[in-house]
C-alpha cells in the first residue's frame, strides 16, 4: 500500500482535504480554481517566516519637514509560489503585487497606511506574531499611530521615524545615521514566547522556513552501497532559540542543532525515521502545507513509503529515491 495512502486510509476525515488540495496545487493556475480561504494562523505563521515591516524613510523636498515616510509590509518569494502570493493577496483583500523578472522573485506589499491601520494591524493584533519579529511589527505599529496623526509633517516628528526605526531590523542607513546623528534608538520591545496558539501557525512556519531532506551517503554495510538517510528541518536566527526548544515538546521529537559554519542560526531537526513516519508526516497531513513545498512533503512521502516497504536496500529503490531527491528543494526551483 502506498505511504500517503495508508495515513489516509487510517484518518478519513483528511482523505478528501488531501486529494483535493493535491489536485489544486497541480491544477488551480491551469483550470482558474479558487483554492479555500487561508488560516490565519497559517497567514501569522508564514509572516513570522517570511514577512517584514519597515519604514522607509526618504527625502522630499515638496513635504513641509523634507522627508517622506512610506509604511511596506511585505511578503518576497520565489515566482514558483506566485499563486500563493495571490491567495495571501485575496485574504487580505488589500496591497498589491509585483514582479522582479531578473531575479524570478515575485513580491506582495502593503504600503497605504489607511490599508494598514484598517486591515494588517487588525490581523496580527488578534493573531498574534510570536517570533522576535513581534518585535519589528510593535514598533511598525507606533509608525503607523505616528502617521495616523500625521507626524510626518514636521521636522520632529520625522526624528521620532528615525528613533523607531533605529531599533527595527538592520536599523539605520548610513545615509540616515549622517542627517540624524542625535537621533536615540527607541526601547525595542522585548517578546517573550507565549506557545503555539495553533498548529497552522505551525505549517505556515514551515511553509516559510522548514525543508524536507533525503541524502543518500555512501556506505559499505549496504548491499547498495547507499544508506538512505530522511531529516525535516527548520531553520531561523538563533535569537529564536527559545520558541524552537517548545517544537520538541510540540511535536513530540526532534532535537536542537547549532553549525559552527553558521553561528547566527539555529536549527530544529528531526533525524528518527519512526519520529518522520509517525508524526512528522501525519502532521502535515492535518494541517497541509499551501507553497510550493507541498510538492516536497509529497515527494517526501514517496520516499518514506519506498523505505517502509524496505525497498530501498535495492537497486530499483535506491534509483527512484534518488530520482525523488534531484526534483526536491533547490531541485525543484532550478527544473
Same mark, same amino acid.
Request: with cysteine; hydrophobic share 40%; charged share 25%.
Given at each position: 500500500m502506498n505511504f500517503c495512502t495508508f495515513f489516509l486510509n487510517c484518518n478519513n476525515n483528511n482523505s478528501s482535504t488531501l486529494?483535493?488540495?493535491?489536485?489544486?496545487?497541480d491544477k488551480a493556475s491551469s483550470?482558474?480554481?479558487?483554492?479555500?480561504?487561508? @488560516?490565519?494562523?497559517?497567514?501569522?505563521?508564514? %509572516?513570522d517566516a517570511e514577512a517584514s515591516f519597515s519604514l522607509k524613510i526618504s527625502k522630499k523636498s515638496t513635504s513641509k519637514s523634507g522627508w517622506h515616510i512610506i509604511p511596506d509590509f511585505r511578503i518576497e518569494l520565489h515566482s514558483r509560489d506566485t499563486l500563493l502570493l495571490r491567495r495571501i493577496q485575496s485574504f487580505f483583500g488589500v496591497g498589491f503585487i509585483s514582479e522582479r523578472l531578473d531575479f524570478n522573485r515575485i513580491v506582495y506589499s502593503v504600503q497605504s497606511y489607511h490599508d494598514i491601520?484598517?486591515?494588517?494591524?487588525?490581523?496580527?493584533?488578534?493573531?498574534?506574531?510570536?517570533?522576535?519579529? &513581534?518585535?519589528?511589527?510593535?514598533?511598525?505599529?507606533?509608525?503607523?499611530?505616528l502617521l495616523n496623526l500625521n507626524a510626518q509633517s514636521?521636522?520632529?516628528?520625522? #526624528?521620532?521615524?528615525?528613533?523607531?526605526?533605529?531599533? $527595527?531590523?538592520?536599523?539605520?542607513?548610513?545615509?540616515?545615521?549622517?542627517h540624524f546623528p542625535t537621533v536615540l534608538p527607541i526601547f525595542r520591545p522585548v517578546v517573550s514566547f507565549q506557545g503555539i496558539l495553533d498548529p497552522n501557525w505551525l505549517a505556515g512556519f514551515v511553509d516559510g522556513e522548514g525543508c524536507f531532506y533525503v541524502n543518500t551517503k555512501k556506505a559499505k554495510a549496504y548491499l547498495?552501497?547507499?544508506?538512505?538517510? $530522511?531529516?525535516? @528541518?527548520?531553520?531561523?536566527?538563533? &535569537?529564536?532559540?527559545?520558541?524552537?526548544t517548545k517544537f520538541i515538546d510540540y511535536l513530540g521529537c526532534g532535537k536542537i542543532e547549532k553549525v559552527s559554519t553558521r553561528p547566527n542560526e539555529v536549527r530544529?531537526?528531526?533525524?528518527?525515521? &519512526?519520529?518522520?513516519?509517525?508524526?512528522?508526516?501525519?502532521?502535515?497531513l492535518n494541517y497541509p502545507l499551501q507553497g510550493i513545498k507541498w510538492q516536497d512533503y509529497q515527494?517526501?512521502?514517496?520516499?518514506?513509503?519506498? $523505505?517502509?516497504?524496505?525497498?530501498?536496500?535495492?537497486?530499483?529503490?535506491?534509483?527512484?529515491?534518488?530520482?525523488?531527491?534531484?526534483?526536491?528543494? %533547490?531541485? #525543484? $526551483?532550478?527544473?
Open positions: 486529494i483535493w488540495h493535491k489536485n489544486l496545487k483550470l482558474n480554481i479558487i483554492e479555500p480561504k487561508l @488560516s490565519p494562523y497559517w497567514i501569522t505563521g508564514f %509572516t491601520t484598517n486591515v494588517i494591524i487588525p490581523h496580527f493584533d488578534k493573531y498574534p506574531l510570536i517570533t522576535q519579529k &513581534r518585535a519589528d511589527y510593535l514598533l511598525f505599529k507606533q509608525g503607523i499611530n514636521d521636522i520632529e516628528g520625522i #526624528r521620532d521615524f528615525i528613533s523607531i526605526k533605529a531599533s $527595527m531590523n538592520l536599523g539605520l542607513s548610513d545615509k540616515l545615521k549622517i547498495t552501497g547507499y544508506q538512505v538517510i $530522511m531529516s525535516f @528541518s527548520i531553520s531561523q536566527h538563533v &535569537r529564536d532559540e527559545l520558541l524552537f530544529f531537526v528531526v533525524y528518527k525515521y &519512526r519520529d518522520i513516519l509517525t508524526k512528522i508526516v501525519p502532521f502535515f515527494d517526501f512521502c514517496k520516499i518514506a513509503n519506498i $523505505m517502509e516497504n524496505k525497498d530501498h536496500l535495492t537497486e530499483g529503490g535506491l534509483k527512484k529515491i534518488k530520482s525523488l531527491k534531484s526534483g526536491m528543494n %533547490t531541485g #525543484r $526551483m532550478n527544473n
